[in-house]
């Protein structure tokens, strides 16, 4: 799944039709609540953190061309435990370690 404001204003009927069917991946963490069997995106939080930042400087005087261009570097796994059993599809141990979080 793309995230989109389109997608995301429709999230819950997307997985209502897709989620117990097809192994969904999207990005952001509310795909996987919603139902999707794994989500990977950067850590919108921890980049929105860093913007404010870019903010402060700016308020502080700094020239916005001047600031070097970050790209996110903390990202996000989450697996959907619930899913994957729906789907029959057995998670490796070695994934779900690895996980930032994993929903039963």
């Not at 997608?7 to 209502?16: H, L, N």
């Not at 069997?37 to 913007?51: E, Q, S």
Request: glycine share 6%.
């Amino acid at each position: 799944m793309i995230d989109s404001p389109l997608t995301e204003q429709y999230i819950d009927a997307i997985m209502r039709f897709a989620a117990h069917r097809l192994p969904t991946i999207s990005e952001g963490k509310d795909w996987a609540e919603a139902g999707a069997l794994l989500t990977y995106a950067p850590d919108y939080h921890n980049m929105w953190r860093r913007g404010a930042t870019y903010v402060d400087k700016i308020l502080k005087g700094a020239t916005p061309g001047d600031l070097p261009i970050e790209q996110p570097t903390k990202f996000e796994l989450v697996i959907n435990l619930k899913t994957a059993k729906a789907l029959g599809i057995t998670i490796p141990e070695s994934i779900l370690l690895r996980a930032d979080e994993v929903i039963r």
